[in-house]
């Protein structure tokens, strides 16, 4: 299908490195990483969320994301994979996922089962706080879920974890977690939010190497700029929310995925490419997903 563009656990882990494919020229081209988030799978291979068949979208966009950035080196995944928590739909993810022949890395959302991510991703289910290096970069995953609630959460340990990293090392920074940290202007959403979003923001804005803060979990593009860094939100793999929307609504803009380009001198490019078109459409229902 074709797209439309639109402008472990903790620092002692094994760091993870890059294999090079011997494509990628290292003094000129940037290194690429695609984000796929909230797919919400189910076990049943027919399993739908407010209309939409998320295995369905989720190999959509799949093959369009690796059809389109055909030169990415990793994938990462920022939570709400499993909407029903079952054991087969991680198998599933875990098959999907190692078909593509690269590296993943997989947050947990609200929707998730932290036990079952383990079982079945293995060292691709980071958190609560893990890092990775990815030729002069370094990723950040932060857990920002909790348990029993829809809102996230970090606690002053994983605070203080990246407040240490950024203090040693100064390599451009990326974070990636599942919740957004500062309002998306939908009053709805921003009541399920990180809580205590304003720590993570005050430690960015002291450290110039942060340059961009990644989240899902909005069901919708988002960007803002801040004092040097990035802070963005991307659309699911399934259904989509309205934006800046006081109540729950659901938008029919079809499913997405976002690419992200690292460049050697700490320079952060990024894009949302979309399905052109979806064949399903939602399905609002009064008490949400």
């Known amino acids: 299908m074709s797209a439309n563009t639109s402008s472990t656990r903790h620092l002692g882990h094994p760091l993870w490195l890059h294999q090079d494919s011997g494509k990628r020229n290292h003094t000129t081209d940037p290194l690429k ?4 988030t909230d ?3 189910f076990a049943a291979p027919q399993g739908r969320l407010l209309g939409i068949t998320t295995r369905r979208s989720f190999e959509s966009v799949l093959e369009m994301a690796l059809e389109r950035s055909s030169g990415a080196q990793a994938l990462v995944l920022t939570g709400d994979l499993v909407h029903d928590e079952s054991t087969a739909g991680y198998r599933y993810l875990h098959d999907m996922l190692n078909s593509t022949g690269l590296p993943y890395f997989c947050t947990p959302g609200n929707h998730d089962q932290q036990r079952l991510m383990d079982e079945h991703l293995g060292a691709a289910a980071v958190g609560p706080f893990a890092l990775r290096r990815l030729e002069g970069w370094n990723l950040v995953f932060l857990n920002s879920s ?6 996230g959460h970090l606690k002053p340990e994983q605070i203080a974890q990246l407040e240490d990293l950024l203090a040693d090392d100064r390599a451009p920074t990326l974070l990636f977690m599942h919740h957004h940290p500062i309002p998306v202007q939908s009053d709805w959403m921003d009541g399920i939010g990180i809580d205590n979003g304003d720590s993570l923001i ?3 804005d002291r450290n110039p190497q942060v340059k961009g803060i990644i989240f899902g979990h909005i069901h919708q593009e988002f960007s803002s700029y801040r ?3 990035q802070i963005l939100g991307t659309p699911s793999t399934c259904i989509q ?8 609504a659901l938008d029919s803009t079809p499913p997405g995925y976002r690419t992200l ?6 320079r952060l490019e990024t894009e949302v490419q979309r399905l ?5 459409l939602p399905i609002y229902q009064a008490q949400g997903y």
């Open 146 to 151: 909790r348990c029993d609630s829809d809102g």
């Open 39 to 41: 797919p919400h799978l």
């Open 33 to 36: 990483l695609i984000q796929l």
């Open 276 to 280: 052109d078109s979806y064949e399903e």
């Open 202 to 204: 005050a430690t960015c």
């Open 261 to 266: 380009s690292l460049h050697a001198d700490g």
């Open 227 to 229: 004092q040097g860094y």
């Open 241 to 248: 929310f309205l934006p800046r929307n006081q109540c729950f």
